[in-house]
């Protein structure tokens, strides 16, 4: 579980990110940054029901994604906001592909 502190939570900040944040797009992940003025960076999940119709597994799939950011946290730059859009294709993917297919992302948006 991430820090209270590094998660996005509250609607507006989702709506404010999405009408002013740079998008980051892959086969399986969308990223969406902002800056936030805040020390820490915070995150957010989204795991739509056309990715899989069960919650078990798109639960499985914040999960997997919150533990890999959990992990980097330390090398992330700080004083943003990102939201992390699954896309489908992700759920049969490994927890180590992954973990690549997320650095790729953030390396690429210069989060890390």
């Known amino acids: 579980m991430l820090p209270k502190a590094n998660r ?13 944040g740079k998008s980051f797009k892959n086969n399986f992940l969308t990223l969406k940054i902002a800056q936030n003025n805040l020390k820490e960076s915070r995150f957010g999940f989204i795991v739509s029901q056309k990715v899989s119709k069960k919650a078990v597994l798109r639960n ?3 999960r997997r994604l919150r533990d890999i950011i959990k ?9 943003m906001d990102v939201v992390i859009i699954v896309l489908t294709g ?5 927890f180590l592909e992954i973990k690549e297919i997320l650095n790729i992302l953030l390396k690429k948006a210069g989060l890390i």
């Open 71 to 79: 992990r980097n946290i330390k090398d992330i730059k700080n004083g």
């Open 60 to 62: 499985k799939i914040k």
């Open 90 to 94: 992700l759920e049969k993917k490994s």
């Open 8 to 20: 996005l939570r509250k609607k507006k900040d989702f709506e404010e990110l999405f009408k002013k």
